[in-house]
T-cell receptor, first 110, second 112 residues
Framework: DAKTTQPNSMESNEEEPVHLPCNHS???????IHWYRQLPSQGPEYVIHGLTSNVNNRMASLAIAEDRKSSTLILHRATLRDAAVYYCILLVNTGNQFYFGTGTSLTVIP | DGGITQSPKYLFRKEGQNVTLSCEQN?????MYWYRQDPGQGLRLIYYSQIVNDFQKGDIAEGYSVSREKKESFPLTVTSAQKNPTAFYLCASSMTTQNIQYFGAGTRLSVL
């Protein structure tokens, strides 16, 4: 199984940047790194994904380490609506599944 | 609007009863998935389908069954063999199994 490791919980003040870390030491060269988030009692929502280079979109940025064994999801200015569980997932190129861990529960403090 | 529709939102099962959860998508996606989520836990894959008339077991398929007769529909049956069915069930779809997954709003199943 492709595994990721994330802190169970993190806190951030509103309007400050948030850096959510993820370790994936077993990643292989063709595995994509995906991030999803889940609000309470809702389905997960896609945030961002990448392979080797850093990626930006309207929701967040993804910084991938040079050795690809870790990555960081960056929310540039946290809002109360960003309070959610964030999942870092590897999409294994030779497989057909996403493996969701328990994720990081982000609390945003007003 | 394009998306994934799960119904019902809440479902109650009596002991010994089979129940079926509905999942419909109008995104023209080939791949569809069913996940189970227990409180405070991540998602675990029950079944997935890469194409019509084909499906594969995930990590926790015992006590569940699926069908994929149409591209847009992937119903999940929770059978009486599933002894602990109380959970939040999520359906997802993607263009292929290598693409972004889009999720429905979920069905919360409880046992009476």
């Amino acid at each position: 199984d492709a595994k990721t490791t994330q802190p169970n919980s993190m806190e951030s003040n509103e309007e400050e940047p948030v850096h959510l870390p993820c370790n994936h030491s077993t990643i292989s060269g063709t595995d994509y790194i995906h991030w999803y988030r889940q609000l309470p009692s809702q389905g997960p929502e896609y945030v961002i994904h990448g392979l080797t280079s850093n990626v930006n979109n309207r929701m967040a940025s993804l910084a991938i380490a040079e050795d690809r064994k870790s990555s960081t999801l960056i929310l540039h200015r946290a809002t109360l609506r960003d309070a959610a569980v964030y999942y870092c997932i590897l999409l294994v190129n030779t497989g057909n599944q996403f493996y969701f861990g328990t994720g990081t529960s982000l609390t945003v403090i007003p | 609007d394009g998306g994934i529709t799960q119904s019902p939102k809440y479902l109650f099962r009596k002991e010994g009863q089979n129940v079926t959860l509905s999942c419909e998508q109008n995104l023209n996606h080939d791949a569809m998935y069913w996940y189970r989520q227990d409180p405070g836990q991540g998602l675990r894959l029950i079944y997935y389908s890469q194409i019509v008339n084909d499906f594969q077991k995930g990590d926790i398929a015992e006590g569940y069954s699926v069908s994929r007769e149409k591209k847009e529909s992937f119903p999940l049956t929770v059978t009486s063999a599933q002894k602990n069915p109380t959970a939040f069930y999520l359906c997802a779809s993607s263009m292929t199994t290598q693409n972004i997954q889009y999720f429905g709003a979920g069905t919360r199943l409880s046992v009476l």
